[in-house]
């Protein structure tokens, strides 16, 4: 077999000869081209603001900072945060999403799938992104706060899975599966979560969100659109993305 090396942030990747890049090996597509944010836009629509592209990494600027507790201090867009959340122009439907992520301290985001900020009022999916030093809410008990852990399926469904997680500082693998109505969760190599998007159990925990109300599902079932868009969270904190990549399944 005839074998080519390439490299994608600093690492190295074997690819088939006749794959254009090594990211786009067995049909995956980059997202992020490690250098600008094309491809990538935010609800406002003009020049992105918050994150920065250097070195085949993708960052959420701060724009709070955490006192411990359940305090943080705004810093007021001082370090170029508060730009927002930061979506893909292309939409998709069946796919294998992957990509790292990287916190750097007590950090809150995620990796929102099939979102359209037109449909049920922009919310939608999200793979959760948190430190797990992150306090639980005031008046939240730490049982009821599980599905808001690392890779759950944010308020509806708990992966457990911490214990996958690497140091803080390190970077962690993520990804999303999802074909028809069932969605796989992943995080550094190993499944922590699969549901059917609109099956009972899965309305069933939906039932028990905050969006459970008529206006987030006058335009269909929350949580089934056929397509949308990959979003990364702005949560005001920092965090780091690389190696985004997605195939069309």
């Not at 945060?81 to 292309?90: M, N």
């Not at 390190?170 to 979560?193: C, D, F, M, T």
Request: proline share 4%; with cysteine.
């Amino acid at each position: 077999m005839n074998v080519k090396f390439c490299a994608v942030a600093g690492l190295s990747a074997m690819i088939l000869s006749g794959c254009r890049t090594c990211c786009e090996e067995d049909g995956f597509k980059p997202l992020f081209n490690g250098k600008d944010l094309t491809g990538w836009t935010q609800k406002s629509g003009g020049e992105v603001k918050g994150w920065k592209a250097e070195n085949g990494i993708l960052k959420c600027l701060p724009n709070r900072k955490w006192e411990g507790g359940w305090k943080w201090t705004s810093l007021n867009g001082a370090e170029g945060g508060g730009g927002g959340d930061l979506f893909t122009v292309e939409k998709f439907r069946d796919f294998d999403l992957r990509l790292e992520f990287k916190m750097d301290g007590v950090v809150n985001s995620g990796i929102k799938y099939f979102y359209n900020p037109e449909y049920a009022k922009g919310t939608t999916l999200e793979y959760q992104v948190l430190d797990p030093e992150h306090p639980v809410p005031p008046n939240t008990s730490s049982e009821a706060f599980e599905n808001r852990r690392v890779a759950s399926l944010y308020y509806l469904f708990p992966a457990h899975a911490t214990a996958h997680l690497k140091d803080r500082g390190e970077w962690n693998k993520a990804r999303i599966v999802s074909k028809g109505r069932h969605v796989e969760h992943w995080l550094n190599g190993v499944k922590v979560l699969e549901f059917e998007r609109g099956g009972k159990k899965f309305r069933e925990a939906f039932s028990k969100t905050k969006w459970n109300k008529p206006e987030f599902q006058k335009d269909g079932p929350w949580g089934e659109a056929i397509e949308g868009r990959i979003l990364l969270q702005d949560h005001s904190d920092a965090i780091s993305f690389r190696n985004i990549r997605i195939k069309r399944l």
